[in-house]
């Protein structure tokens, strides 16, 4: 297992075990965590699971692709270490993750 922390725009603070192979967003759903609503499902077709990357892991998840850049377009609050957590594939190396969520998806 891997541990996603995830936070809120208020500082609450969730760590969760999350299973390499599946997605930040899949854990954040399963787990019920606030502010990671996925509306579409993890299709990469809505900037519902939006978040900001801790700076310490922005190498490590990579950069957006096009596709998810063009969703990334029409979520608020957009900035540089923005990710939809359906985009970011769990592996060991992102033991420790820290993502938060935009205070407009609460």
Aim: with cysteine; hydrophobic share 35%.
């Amino acid at each position: 297992m891997v541990k996603i922390i995830y936070k809120d725009h208020e500082g609450g603070v969730r760590e969760i075990d999350a299973q390499p192979g599946e997605t930040v967003m899949e854990t954040a759903i399963k787990n019920s965590v606030p502010g990671i609503d996925a509306d579409c499902g993890g299709a990469c077709a809505c900037a519902t699971c939006h978040v900001y990357v801790d700076e310490a892991f922005m190498d490590k998840v990579g950069s957006p692709e096009d596709m998810e850049q063009s969703m990334l377009d029409f979520a608020e609050n957009v900035q540089p270490n923005s990710r939809l957590s359906c985009q970011i594939t769990v592996s060991d190396t992102l033991e420790g993750l820290t993502v938060t969520t935009p205070e407009s998806q609460h």
